[in-house]
């Protein structure tokens, strides 16, 4: 997977171009986990292009194995542009003011120097970009930043809006089959798009996709959709105010949703570092369509390389035996450098 980085003290921006299936460098055998039977299926000898449901519930270590959540595209650069906190040291204030200016020449670089007050101010007001799973949102949503960005907000609150929707339509189209035995089902199950906000967002309130922060920010960004698309001669007036709105929920949305880290019912609480799936969640048609695809499926001693693109390292084999989310979260938080596998 290649990306690109721009790096300051506080703030990142990373982009993936491509996102591919996830791949995991294996050939690493821990021997006191091991067992010697012939017919055990470990890691290495599956092929990792096939479907989950093909090979994951195969593996002899199965129970000691979790899906990581991870993702490379995010943008947290505008955290560099505020003023030095209070009570910083004259070295802190200095390092900080130097990223700052780092930031708003990359910023130049980017949009033009044209305006680049105006733009530098529209990049704060949007905020950062949230971590997401998602590939074809990601892309979408920064096309939607960078029209606000640069001034042109009647793109950015169309495409934001539109944005909305094809993320509804996405989780209609995606997961309706998985729920067939639903009353809810009858309302979505003939059209192949939908454009009727509301019914969309009662049916996955209804079957538990949306998280209930997510469903009212879809429900406001409906009815800026409304007041925004449909003609109305008072859109003139308040473009920005809406373009900027319509952004601020899109961005909470994609962060309720589908972010990669933070607290939400399908992360396992207390490990450090990384964020890893609950086993119990792995079966939800929600997190089973939109986070293990991408969410490499290791166990607690892995390793991250980014010397040949990101690449993740992990043992063959860690043994019989079932581990819970809990015993898993332990082992991680405890492991060693010595125990990880090599990375070169």
């Known amino acids: 997977m290649a990306f690109t980085a721009s790096v300051t003290t506080k703030g990142v921006c990373v982009r993936t ?4 299936r996830l791949h995991i460098d294996v050939g690493y055998t821990m021997e006191s986990m091991t067992d010697d039977t012939p017919q055990r299926l470990t890691i290495d000898q599956v092929d990792q292009s096939l479907p989950l449901d093909q090979w994951k519930p195969r593996l002899a270590d199965y129970g000691r194995r979790r899906h990581l959540s991870y993702t490379l595209d995010f943008d947290t650069r505008v955290h560099t542009l505020g003023d030095p906190g209070e009570g910083w040291d004259e070295a802190a204030k200095a390092m900080h003011l130097k990223n700052r200016e780092l930031t708003r020449q990359r910023l130049g670089a980017e949009f033009g120097t044209d305006a680049l007050e105006a733009k530098v101010q529209n990049f704060i007001d949007i905020g950062s970009k949230p971590f997401s799973v ?15 960005v640069i001034g042109a907000y009647y793109p950015a609150l169309v495409g934001a809006c539109a944005l909305g929707e094809r ?3 996405h989780l209609i189209l995606d997961l309706r089959a998985q729920y067939g035995h639903t009353l809810e089902y009858k309302k979505v199950y003939r059209k192949d798009s939908f454009d009727d906000w509301g019914v969309v967002i009662d049916v996955l309130e209804a079957w538990e996709v949306l998280l209930p922060k997510a469903v009212s920010e879809f429900r406001a960004l409906m009815t800026l959709r409304h007041r925004s698309i449909h ?5 003139y007036s308040t473009l920005r105010e809406d373009a900027l709105a319509a952004i601020l929920h899109m961005r909470e949305i994609i962060d309720q949703q589908f972010t990669a880290f933070g607290l939400r019912p399908w992360f396992i609480l207390g490990t450090k570092g990384h964020i890893f799936i609950k086993r119990e969640w792995e079966k939800n048609p929600f997190v089973k369509a939109y986070y293990l695809p991408t969410c490499p499926f290791v166990g607690p001693y892995f390793a991250i390389s980014f010397t040949h693109g990101l690449r993740f390292h992990d043992h063959n084999d860690y043994g019989n035996g079932v581990w819970t989310d809990e015993e898993f979260a332990q082992v991680f938080n405890d492991r060693t450098f010595e125990r990880m596998p090599p990375t070169d």
Do not use: G, K, M, Q
């Open 134 to 148: 998602l590939a074809y949102h990601n892309r979408l949503f920064d096309e939607v930043r960078r029209a606000f």
């Open 167 to 169: 993320i509804l339509n």
């Open 17 to 20: 171009s491509s996102f591919p």
């Open 231 to 235: 003609f109305n001669v008072s859109t």
